[in-house]
Nanobody, 122 residues
């Protein structure tokens, strides 16, 4: 079992940058694929990015390609999301998720953090 805790969300101006972190408990973090999802008010949760267990494979939603970078440090049991060139439409609660299988569908993931709020102002 994996417990996930996100951090790093805050208010930032459009065009700015943020790095989100997701700290995982347990000694099996390196065996899980990880992902970031987000949910804006009144909208469904949507896929942002995913990374396989080793970090050697990553996948992004089209709307973040070239702006966001997902990475992981298995020695630190931590997942990251570097977000650059932020837009007001990136405002959402960002969640990290873990599963044995890498996927873009939220229902695939068994473990979720509580979320961290990112607000991008114009």
């Amino acid at each position: 079992q994996v417990q996930l805790v996100e951090s790093g969300g805050r208010l930032v101006q459009a065009g700015g940058s943020l790095r989100l972190s997701c700290a995982a408990s347990g000694r099996t973090f390196s065996s899980y694929s990880m992902a970031w999802f987000r949910q804006a008010p009144g909208k469904e949760r949507e896929f942002v990015a995913a990374i396989n267990w080793s970090g050697g494979f990553t996948y992004y939603a089209d709307f973040v390609k070239g702006r966001f970078t997902i990475s992981r440090d298995n020695a630190k049991n931590t997942l990251y999301l570097q977000m650059n060139s932020l837009k007001t439409e990136d405002t959402a609660v960002y969640y990290c998720a873990a599963d044995r299988t890498i996927a873009t569908m939220s229902r695939t993931y068994d473990y979720w953090g509580q979320g961290t709020q990112v607000t991008v102002s114009s």
